[in-house]
C-alpha cells in the first residue's frame, strides 16, 4: 500500500502499517514461543510437562492485552471512517453511475454553483479493446501512452478534477453492483442500483490516477477501468467553461426535407383521333 495522492488516503496508510505492524510484532512472540517450546522443552531433551492447568494471573493478562490492543485499533479505525464519512464542505460533487461494462460522470455542482448538461460515458479505449478481442493478433504490451503500458486500464475520456478541491462522488449503478476504486484516493465505494453512496476526496498533485471496478459485475467485469485526471485549477475551470458551450450550443438545424407532393397536373391536348360519320 502507498501513501496515495489524496487527502484522506493517508489515512489507511497509516492504519494498514499500524495494524501490520501489531501482527508482526503478535506473530513473532506467540511463533518464538512456539519454537522455544518446541525444541527446548522436547521429550528426547528430559524435558517433563508441568502439572498445573490454570493461572489466572498469565490468563488475565494474555486476555487484557489483546483486548487493550483491539480498542486502540478500533479507535484509530473509527476516526478515520469518521472524517471520511464527513462529505461537508464540499467545493464539488460528481454523480458516478455504473453500468455495464462502463461509467458514467455528471458534473452536478462547483463552487457552490450549478453546473447543467455537463456529463458523458467512459469506456475503455479503442486500443485495448481491439487488442483484448480473440485472435485480434495484436501485441498488448504495444498498448502504450507516454512510454507507459496502458493495457485495459485506459479509457476514451478520463474524469478530468481539480487539484486542491474537496469533491463529493455520489455513486449509484444503472444495472448492476458496481465498485468505483481509485487505489491512488485511499478508497472504493459500493455503486447499488436505488442506493446513492457517497465518498470525498481532495487530489494533492494533478497527474492521471488509474483504477477499476471492484465488484464483480459481469462478463466484461475486466474490462471496466477509471481514470481520474487531475489539472490545476486554472486549467479545469477552462475545461468545464468550454464543456458548458458546447452543452448549450443549439443544434445544427435539419435541411429541409424534399417535397414529395405530386406536381399539379397540368392541360394537355388530346391524342385521341375524332370520330367521323360513314358516308352513304
Known amino acids: 500500500m502507498t501513501r496515495g495522492a489524496a487527502e484522506w488516503s493517508s489515512e489507511p496508510y497509516f492504519l494498514n502499517n499500524v495494524a501490520l505492524g501489531v501482527c508482526v510484532v503478535i506473530g513473532v512472540l506467540v511463533f518464538g514461543a512456539m519454537f522455544i517450546a518446541m525444541f527446548r522443552f522436547r521429550k528426547s531433551r528430559g524435558a517433563v510437562a508441568e502439572k498445573w492447568s490454570h493461572n489466572t494471573t498469565l490468563e488475565i493478562v494474555w486476555t487484557t492485552i489483546p483486548v487493550i490492543i483491539l ?11 469518521r472524517t471520511f464519512a464527513d462529505t ?3 467545493e464539488m460533487t460528481v454523480k458516478v453511475t455504473g453500468y455495464q461494462w462502463k461509467w458514467r460522470y455528471d458534473y452536478v455542482d462547483y463552487k457552490g454553483k450549478a453546473i447543467d448538461k455537463v456529463g458523458f460515458m467512459s469506456k475503455l479505449d479503442r486500443e ?14 504495444a498498448v502504450k501512452v507516454d512510454g507507459y503500458n496502458t ?22 449503478a444503472g444495472d448492476v453492483i458496481h465498485s468505483w476504486w ?10 447499488i442500483p436505488g442506493i446513492v453512496n457517497a465518498a470525498w ?5 494533478p497527474g492521471e490516477y488509474r483504477g477499476q471496478c471492484a465488484e464483480l ?7 471496466m477501468p477509471i481514470v481520474v485526471k487531475a489539472v490545476p485549477k486554472a486549467e479545469f475551470e477552462q475545461w468545464l467553461a468550454e464543456q458548458q458551450a458546447q452543452a448549450t450550443q443549439p443544434a445544427p438545424a435539419a435541411p ?4 414529395t407532393a405530386p406536381a399539379p397536373a397540368t392541360a394537355q391536348a388530346s391524342d385521341a383521333p375524332v370520330s367521323q360519320g360513314h358516308q352513304g
Open 71 to 81: 480498542i486502540v485499533l478500533a479507535y484509530l479505525a473509527t476516526g478515520g471512517l
Open 88 to 90: 461537508t464542505g464540499s
Open 128 to 141: 485495448s479493446d481491439e487488442t483484448r478481442q480473440l485472435n485480434s493478433g495484436l501485441d498488448p504490451n
Open 151 to 172: 493495457y485495459l486500464i485506459n479509457v476514451d475520456k478520463p474524469l478530468v478534477v481539480p487539484v486542491g478541491t474537496k469533491i463529493r462522488f455520489v455513486i449509484t
Open 182 to 191: 481509485v487505489p491512488a484516493l485511499g478508497w472504493k465505494m459500493d455503486a
Open 201 to 205: 476526496t481532495n487530489i494533492k498533485e
Open 217 to 223: 459485475c459481469g462478463q466484461d467485469h475486466g474490462f
Open 256 to 259: 429541409a426535407a424534399a417535397s
